[in-house]
């Protein structure tokens, strides 16, 4: 029997609650399809603040480095906000996903059949279905670049550099390039190259890595349009490579386009493929310890894992399946509409459970 090491960083605000709901559907997978996983856990973010005044203590990277893989929950809150940036939650954020390399970042944008009512589209614009990944370079570009403020003209100043090196963007677009083999072959390369030098070389090494994949459909838009393109028609997207910011930016977007931020997971990987998967939304603090936290976008999270990183493709189908049947009837709060049964977060992880 296989078994898999998981490190769980649970975080701050509705973090214990998702992660705990998702352990349990991946103990059931592992129990439906033979394998085991063995959890040990860590501290990120805000909790860690408080226990050892760094939002990312050593211990916690040494026991991601020597694990199979790693499921977080979320970080951050206003508790927290006026610490310096050095020091904030999402500090310990940015500094894990350096320390573990995780430079491509896997963000889906998925429809599931009874969500479409939710989406602010209209259902001519979204057509039959929509599944767009969005694949974004995650360890460089302007929120790892050198930054500072100075005085300019006897005013303050401040700086964030963009700065991409020609290796930093071929690894990402061959992930992409690789994703979309696999998938629809047609790939969208997005930059700012009538403006930003950085985006010119993007561009540039696209197009040659592009030559290793004389099947994959390669265009090229600007982000401002491609924002445009995602409301007016996100049909036309298969898979999506950009930079770090502008990636944040357009996942984002294709979250609401889906319905609920509440339901998209998401996946960062080194190039050995060990990864951290978490859920795009944020800590919502303000419902902390209610009961009442989305714990599918957490769920999803681990059938990415399963599919990305354990090699466990038959378990992770299994999970999405049971979450699609799931939203045939029942609903947390977040995505309640009439008609359907509203359950609090260990309801919903009790049913996906049993519908594995």
């Known amino acids: 029997m296989k078994n898999y090491k998981l490190v769980l960083l649970k975080g701050d605000g509705i973090g214990p609650e998702i992660v705990d709901e998702a ?23 805000g909790c860690a603040i408080d226990a050892v005044g760094v939002p990312l203590p050593d211990e916690t990277v040494e026991k991601c480095k020597a694990a199979d893989s790693v499921l977080l929950g979320a970080v951050g809150g206003p ?25 491509a970042n896997l963000r889906p944008a998925v429809i599931f059949e009874p969500l479409k009512c939710a989406s602010p589209l209209r259902d001519d614009i979204i057509g039959k279905a929509l599944d767009i990944m969005v694949v974004r370079e995650l360890t460089g570009g302007i929120y790892f670049g050198e930054r500072g403020r100075k005085e300019v003209n006897g005013s303050s100043a401040a700086y964030d550099t963009e700065m991409y090196t020609v290796p930093e963007i071929e690894r990402i677009a061959r992930v992409a390039f690789e994703m979309a083999m696999n998938r629809n072959k047609k790939l969208t390369s997005v930059d700012k190259a009538n403006v930003l030098e950085s985006s010119r070389l993007w561009r540039e090494t696209v197009l040659k890595v592009a030559e290793e994949y004389p099947e994959v459909e390669l265009n090229h838009l600007y982000v401002d349009n491609c924002a445009m393109q995602l409301v007016r028609n996100p049909g036309q997207f298969d898979v999506i490579v950009t930079s770090n910011i502008f990636g944040d930016i357009l996942s984002d977007e294709a979250s609401m386009i889906s319905g609920s931020i509440g339901m998209l997971a998401s996946a960062s990987l080194n190039e050995n493929k060990a990864g951290l998967y978490e859920p795009i939304h944020g800590s919502a603090p303000d419902i902390a310890g209610q009961g009442i936290a989305n714990p599918l976008a957490t769920i999803l999270s681990v059938a990415m894992m399963l599919k990305h990183s354990l090699d466990q493709p038959q378990a992770a189908d299994a999970i999405e399946n049971a979450v699609a049947q799931a939203l045939e009837k029942y609903r947390t709060p977040d995505i309640y509409t009439e008609g359907t049964k509203k359950v609090t977060c260990k309801e919903m992880g009790d049913i996906v459970c049993s519908l594995l």
Do not use: C, M, Q
């Not at 310096?84 to 940015?94: I, S, T």
């Open 23 to 45: 352990v349990k559907v991946l103990d059931k997978a592992a129990d439906k399809f033979g394998f085991s996983v063995e959890y040990d856990e860590a501290l990120l973010g």
């Open 79 to 103: 508790k927290w906000d006026t610490l310096p940036g050095n020091l904030r939650p999402e500090a310990g954020l940015l500094g894990i996903r350096g320390a573990l390399g995780l430079f």
